[in-house]
């Protein structure tokens, strides 16, 4: 079954400094990939997603991932944090060639300091 | 606009009760799915819906039903069988039943055993 591991459950950084959340999946496979970000008491919105195109995948409000197969790796980053980026993050995959469901990680919680 | 609705935002079950959390989408979307979401665990997948009367089991059904009688309406039973129902549940759909395209989600059903 697919998997993605999401390290680290609380990432801080300082406004301005670079976010990194780390992502890796479990697939010999190269699968669908996104990234959520989720507000307090609110659903999850699609931030971005990885489909078999481009590796350096853009997505909204400046963040952009990118896939290394060779790593296993789908790392989010943004350049230069701002304290509305403070939120919760999950990674999700599903199966490669389509699938009907995502398996999500655990989150990392975004905490941006001033 | 189309979207998902979840309705209530938040709901309050008393020990032994049986209660319904509504999903309702005008996306046109063939699929809808329940999570559940605990801290620190992520989203955890209870039922899924493909077509209309149909429906499959996900990671953790037990203690909860759905029915899908409309492709509109997804609703959640969280029954007394439950033993820990205290969580944030959302809702999701995709279109076409392939979740590369990702998911649409509500803004979630808080409920709390009292």
């Known amino acids: 079954a697919q998997s993605v591991t999401q390290l680290g459950s609380h990432v801080s950084v300082s406004e301005g400094a670079l976010v990194l959340l780390r992502c890796n999946y479990s697939?010999?496979?190269?699968?669908?990939l996104f990234w959520y970000v989720q507000y307090p008491n609110q659903g999850l919105q699609l931030l971005l997603k990885?489909?078999?195109?481009?590796?350096l995948v853009k997505g909204i409000n400046g963040f952009e991932a990118e896939f290394k197969k060779s790593e296993t790796s789908f790392h989010l980053t943004k350049p230069s944090a701002h304290m509305s980026d403070a939120a919760e993050y999950f990674c999700?995959?599903?199966?490669?060639?389509?699938?009907?469901?995502?398996?999500f990680g655990t989150g990392t919680q975004l905490k941006v300091e001033l | 606009d189309g979207g998902i609705t979840q309705s209530p935002k938040y709901l309050f079950r008393k020990e032994g009760q049986n209660v319904t959390l509504s999903c309702e989408q005008n996306?046109?979307?063939?699929?809808m799915y329940w999570y559940r979401q605990d801290p620190g665990q992520g989203l955890r997948l209870i039922y899924y819906?493909?077509?209309?009367?149909?429906?499959q089991k996900g990671d953790i059904a037990e203690g909860y039903s759905v029915s899908r009688e409309k492709k509109e309406s997804f609703p959640l039973t969280v029954t007394s069988a439950q033993k820990n129902p205290t969580a944030f549940y959302l809702c999701?759909?995709?279109?076409?039943?392939?979740?590369?395209?990702?998911?649409?989600f509500g803004s979630g059903t808080r409920l709390t055993v009292v």
């Open positions: 999701a759909s995709t279109q076409n039943g392939q979740a590369n395209y990702g998911y649409t």
């Open positions: 697939s010999s496979v190269p699968p669908y």
């Open positions: 990885y489909t078999s195109a481009a590796t």
């Open positions: 999700a995959v599903s199966e490669a060639g389509g699938g009907n469901k995502l398996t």
């Open positions: 996306l046109n979307h063939d699929a």
């Open positions: 819906s493909q077509i209309v009367n149909d429906f």
